[in-house]
Every structure is written in structure tokens, then in C-alpha cells.
């Protein structure tokens, strides 16, 4: 069988999915995210007189804690099945990327298991973050003057 006719047979086979309802899911979620994140910010600025900047960390900390804690419930793989990237893209997702992989591995141990494999999934995203953030800052650095 020649490669043209193997990839015919696959594309005849798999299954394709609804972009466009796709697309409109995650934009929904990931709006509502962000609207959850807004009242977690409001909520710690009331109600514990923090400042914007210090609310906001409060808000990143609960919501990495929501996305590890219902990865190891097994509820978030569900729901991202159904949302998508709406719940993918924010810090959730990192913290989901993060658990799942201690999660995987927790049976060989606290250091070669958990330790070994926490950034199995979510290292290529904070070296590629790091890395483009310094060249971003180079290149401002250089192109503005500072």
C-alpha cells in the first residue's frame, strides 16, 4: 500500500471534529474563567483589604489550587474534554499539566517518581516562556531604549 492510499484510508476513517462549536465552547469558558478570576480579585480586595497586585497573586494561587486539586479528583480531565482550551490556556491548565504528570508517577517514589516527572508535561512551556521573555526583553531593551 502506497502512502497516498494509507492517508485516504485514514482520513476516510478518523473522525472530524466541530471546530466552529469547538472554538465557541472554549470561548465561553475561558471568558467565564476570566470572569471568575475578576471576582476572585475583587473578593480578596474587599474582603481581605489587599491591594489589586496582592489580590491577584491570592487569585493565581486558588486557581492553580482548583486545577490540582480537581485533577486528583479526576473531575478536570472531564471538563476539558468538554471546554477545551477555554480551560486549558489559563494557569489551570499548567497546574493540571503539572498534577497529572505527579500524579502518573507517584507509585516510583517521591524523588525519581513525583520529582522526576512533575515537569515532564509542563517543562517545554516554562523554558519556551523564559526563553521568549528574555529575548522579548532584549528586543525592547535595544528597539525603545528601555
Request: with cysteine.
Amino acid at each position: 500500500m502506497e502512502k497516498k492510499e494509507y492517508n485516504k484510508i485514514v482520513d476516510k476513517y478518523t473522525p472530524s471534529e466541530p471546530k466552529l462549536k469547538n472554538a465557541f465552547i472554549a470561548f465561553i469558558i475561558g471568558g467565564f474563567m476570566g470572569v471568575l478570576g475578576n471576582f476572585l480579585v475583587d473578593i480578596y480586595s474587599y474582603y481581605f483589604n489587599l491591594s489589586t497586585k496582592d489580590a491577584s497573586v491570592f487569585m493565581i494561587i486558588t486557581l492553580i489550587f482548583l486545577g490540582c486539586f480537581f485533577t486528583c479528583l479526576g473531575f478536570f480531565d472531564k471538563w476539558v474534554n468538554f471546554a477545551k482550551c477555554g480551560l486549558i490556556i489559563p494557569i489551570t491548565g499548567f497546574a493540571h499539566a503539572m498534577m497529572s504528570a505527579a500524579l502518573e508517577y507517584r507509585k516510583e517514589g517521591l524523588v525519581t517518581g513525583i520529582g522526576a516527572n512533575m515537569f515532564k508535561l509542563a517543562g517545554s512551556v516554562i523554558i519556551f516562556g523564559v526563553v521568549s521573555a528574555y529575548l522579548f526583553g532584549l528586543l525592547r531593551l535595544f528597539v525603545m531604549g528601555g
